[in-house]
T-cell receptor, first 115, second 111 residues
Framework: GAVVSQHPSRVICKSGTSVKIECRSL??????MFWYRQFPKQSLMLMAT?????????EQGVEKDKFLINHASLTLSTLTVTSAHPEDSSFYIC???????????FGPGTRLTVL | ELKVEQNPLFLSMQEGKNYTIYCNYS?????LYWYRQDPGKSLESLFV?????AVKQEGRLMASLDTKARLSTLHITAAVHDLSATYFC???????????FGPGTRLSVLP
């Protein structure tokens, strides 16, 4: 149980375009989802926390107008990188927690490359 | 601000040797996780430590937690090449709602 999926696993896009990444909880209801970013050879850094039906809470230094997060259902959250630039290239990992769980379950990650 | 430190950041060791990775954190917490990450992959959960004095073992890895010292250790016994990966500790300061990761320890086990 407690499986989290992400789609796509890899995406390459041109600078200036927008990219949407999906995070799904497959076998539980995710009341809270988290989005992390990981640059090469670095640790995971929390970008934002989203609760179903509410606006996401962004960490300091993360542009909410650039990284749009939607958590419209208890099994799906999306991260849209708007007007992507090469410096947005990174590994994006989502995690989720349910109402009865007090831990986070991590997705397999999405590798974004912006040319 | 919570700080999580790992020591060492890089570790190169020979097969068959033992070593310990340390994770120090700066605030009160009794919940700590260890993860393994292979290149290009996401996190694989290794251990969940939920109380002071907790000790967990799986194969050649053993993790412990001392909440009073704010210290967790990941001990490697008789290392093998397959253990080569990056290991992260993560401190949970809000029962699943707030994880803070350490910088990671990149382990390379040489034949």
């Amino acid at each position: 149980g407690a499986v989290v999926s992400q789609h796509p696993s890899r995406v390459i896009c041109k600078s200036g375009t927008s990219v949407k990444i999906e995070c799904r909880s497959l076998d539980f209801q995710a009341t809270t989802m988290f989005w992390y970013r990981q640059f090469p050879k670095q640790s995971l850094m929390l970008m934002a926390t989203s609760n179903e039906g509410s606006k996401a809470t962004y960490e300091q230094g993360v542009e909410k107008d650039k990284f749009l997060i939607n958590h419209a259902s208890l099994t799906l959250s999306t991260l849209t990188v708007t007007s992507a630039h090469p410096e947005d290239s990174s590994f994006y990992i989502c995690s989720a927690t349910g109402s009865t769980a007090d831990t986070q379950y991590f997705g397999p990650g999405t590798r974004l490359t912006v040319l | 601000e919570l700080k999580v430190e790992q020591n060492p950041l890089f570790l190169s060791m020979q097969e068959g040797k033992n070593y310990t990775i340390y994770c120090n954190y700066s605030t009160t917490s009794d919940r700590l996780y260890w993860y393994r990450q292979d290149p290009g992959k996401s996190l694989e959960s290794l251990f969940v430590l939920l109380s002071n004095g907790a000790v967990k073992q799986e194969g050649r890895l053993m993790a412990s937690l001392d909440t009073k010292a704010r210290l967790s250790t990941l001990h490697i016994t008789a290392a093998v090449h397959d253990l080569s990966a990056t290991y992260f500790c993560a401190v949970d300061i809000s029962r699943g709602q707030n994880f803070v990761f350490g910088p990671g320890t990149r382990l390379s086990v040489l034949p």
